[in-house]
């Protein structure tokens, strides 16, 4: 069975940093998809970042040059590096399995809270 555990969130103040780690189980990591999700209070969950099996990567504009997404295929673990954080990025953060754009995949971690207070 395939399962996603999230960790790393936390509080930090606008301008700081975060990384996220994602530890993925249950089947063959190195060739999967996995994308960085994340949901607002009263938004839609959106995709933060993704990357592929042979590392091509793909952002949301609103992240794209703070953020940083990679994989440690030895270690099944996908990472988002988050930098110069603003109060906009408070979101729960959710691992993906799949997802790339728009449309997720069909695995999902439990989540991780950021908060960046101004």
């Known amino acids: 069975q395939v399962q996603l555990v999230e960790s790393g969130g936390g509080l930090v103040q606008t301008g700081g940093s975060l990384t996220l780690s994602c530890v993925y189980s249950?089947?063959?990591?190195?060739?999967?998809?996995m994308g960085w999700y994340r949901q607002a209070p009263q938004k839609q969950r959106e995709l933060a970042a993704a990357?592929?099996?042979?590392?091509?990567?793909n952002y949301a504009d609103s992240v794209k040059g703070r953020f940083t997404i990679s994989r440690d295929n030895a270690k099944n673990t996908v990472y988002l590096q988050m930098n110069n954080l603003k109060p906009e990025d408070t979101a729960v953060y959710y691992c993906?399995?799949?997802?790339?754009?728009?449309?997720?995949?069909?695995?999902w971690g439990q989540g991780t809270q950021v908060t960046v207070s101004s």
């Open positions: 993906n399995r799949g997802g790339w754009g728009l449309k997720p995949g069909d695995y």
């Open positions: 990357i592929n099996r042979i590392g091509a990567t």
């Open positions: 249950g089947s063959i990591f190195n060739i999967v998809t």
